[in-house]
């Protein structure tokens, strides 16, 4: 790895895993009704049956098409167009705020592995940089918290989020703008994912080394070849 100054990370399913304990249904349910219980506040007449149809349900089925597209929707658009009926307009730290109560239970039920701070500050420690490279539908302020909840947030110089963007991985764009931030060239960097088609080849036609967590998630018979391959996050220490 010479010449390398910043290892970036993806984040779902490689540093950070959301889809452990409850069924994803139920913790949506449980993140309606804390948002439902925060929109009460600004009027006590929504109610959770409503927050569902009219918000919940209208924007899942909008952002269908984020996997295809690579492209995010703003969320305060579709909650204040819900809250209309009810003569609510929230800021956008209101709606921050009441995205982040909705994510609760996926941060309280977050996975990682048990290694995944020494494993960080090993990198650390040897001087590099560490960044996280990731598509996300939520703000990014929510999805930093989980970083906090994992502690881990204090080993992250830059977060480069696809939804503060608007335009996602495997476009080339996200990882040029994380690449900037760092100020390093694509030589410079190394990039860690589960991905083998949003993180591994973009990565790669860019100049990146690659390293492929090899977590049974991804495509294994694809003809793209990472640099190196591991199953755990804490091999990373053989390698860097």
Same mark, same amino acid.
């Given at each position: 790895?010479? /010449? *390398? /100054? +910043? *290892?970036?990370? &993806? ?15 139920? /913790? ?25 149809? @009219? ?26 167009? $819900? ?14 705020? +009441? ?20 494993? =960080? ?5 040897? @001087?590099?940089?560490? @960044? ?15 970083? /906090?909840? +994992? ?6 110089? &830059? $977060?480069? $989020? ?5 335009? @996602? ?36 036609? =860019? ?20 640099? *190196?391959?591991?199953?755990? =996050?804490?091999? =990373?220490?053989?390698?860097?």
């Amino acid at each position: 790895m010479d /010449k *390398i /100054k +910043a *290892i970036f990370f &993806d984040m779902g399913n490689t540093l950070l895993h959301f889809h452990y304990g409850q069924s994803d249904y139920e /913790k949506d349910i449980h993140g309606l009704m804390h948002l439902t219980k925060y929109l009460n506040r600004f009027n006590t007449n929504i109610k959770l049956d409503q927050v569902k149809q @009219g918000f919940y349900e209208v924007w899942m089925e909008t952002i269908k098409d984020r996997q295809t597209t690579f492209v995010e929707y703003p969320i305060e658009n579709f909650l204040n167009k $819900f809250l209309q009926e009810y003569e609510v307009v929230l800021t956008l730290d209101q709606c921050i705020e +009441a995205i982040n109560l909705f994510y609760t239970e996926y941060r309280n039920q977050l996975y990682f592995e048990p290694s995944i701070y020494d494993t =960080l500050k090993h990198l650390k420690d040897k @001087g590099y940089k560490t @960044g996280i490279i990731s598509n996300t539908c939520y703000y990014d302020e929510v999805m930093k918290e989980c970083f /906090k909840k +994992a502690a881990i947030y204090d080993l992250i110089d &830059d $977060f480069t $989020f696809s939804y503060s963007l608007r335009i @996602g991985k495997p476009k080339e764009q996200i990882f040029k703008v994380a690449l900037n931030n760092m100020k390093i060239t694509p030589n410079e960097a190394v990039m860690v994912g589960d991905s083998l088609e949003k993180d591994i080849k973009p990565a790669s036609d =860019l100049g990146m080394k690659t390293i492929w967590l090899n977590n049974k998630t991804s495509n294994i018979n694809s003809d793209i070849k990472p640099n *190196i391959e591991i199953s755990s =996050l804490a091999e =990373l220490t053989k390698y860097i």
